[in-house]
């Protein structure tokens, strides 16, 4: 009797190691404001797509744990996504990664650490929405004269702003956690062009 009750105990804490997933802690997407609002548009909801996006031609979808990696910029990133990597970790596997072909400072505690996580795409899109904490987005009227600068003679703000309204309506809409930076730089947001 006591075997059988020691095989059933292991079998429960197997399962229970199984089922809890790597702890990853709250991990960060950063994107731009149009990426974000083609992803809302295309899918409905926050959706990494291996078609439209950016990351090594579909291979993989890359995050940090890094909340301050500094790459909210006025040109590029406008957006942060702050997800829960404990609950996206029971399903799927993250992979550490190290840019180790761009120099010392991108290794760790170099100036540009990443602390990256990846996760294989499949081939598939990735649902970010039921991962969601919080998302933090920089107000487009706070670098209004930076891109009146940098885009002189084309539309790039009101394109810009178009979106940034469109996505603060479905974030809204869905009751998700929202931190609008109306200053980057006093924020220690990077507002150089990237």
């Given at each position: 009797m006591k075997k059988l009750q020691l095989k059933q105990l292991i079998k429960e804490e197997i399962l229970k190691v199984l089922s809890e997933g790597k702890q990853i802690g709250d991990i960060y997407h950063?994107?731009?404001?149009?990426?974000?609002?083609?992803?809302?548009?295309?899918?409905?909801?926050?959706?990494?797509?291996?078609?439209s996006g950016s990351d090594s031609a579909g291979e993989y979808y890359s995050f940090t744990r890094n909340p301050n990696l500094g790459t909210l910029s006025e040109e590029k990133?406008?957006?942060?996504?702050?997800?829960?990597?404990?609950k996206m970790s029971t399903r799927y596997k993250f992979k550490p990664h190290a840019d180790t072909k761009s120099g010392e400072d991108f290794l760790k505690g170099g100036s540009h650490f990443e602390a990256e996580e990846r996760i294989n795409s499949k081939g598939k899109p990735l649902n970010l929405t039921p991962y969601i904490e919080e998302i933090t987005i920089i107000d487009p009227e706070s670098f209004k004269d930076y891109l009146d600068a940098a885009w002189s003679g084309t539309?790039?703000?009101?394109?810009?702003?178009?979106?940034?309204?469109?996505?603060l309506s479905w974030i809204k809409k869905n009751n998700i956690p929202l931190k609008t930076i109306n200053q980057p730089s006093a924020a220690r947001v990077r507002v150089s062009r990237t």
């Open positions: 950063f994107t731009s404001t149009d990426a974000l609002a083609s992803m809302i548009k295309d899918f409905g909801n926050i959706t990494l797509d291996i078609e990133h406008h957006i942060k996504i702050k997800l829960n990597g404990d539309n790039q703000y009101d394109e810009i702003l178009e979106d940034y309204n469109f996505v």
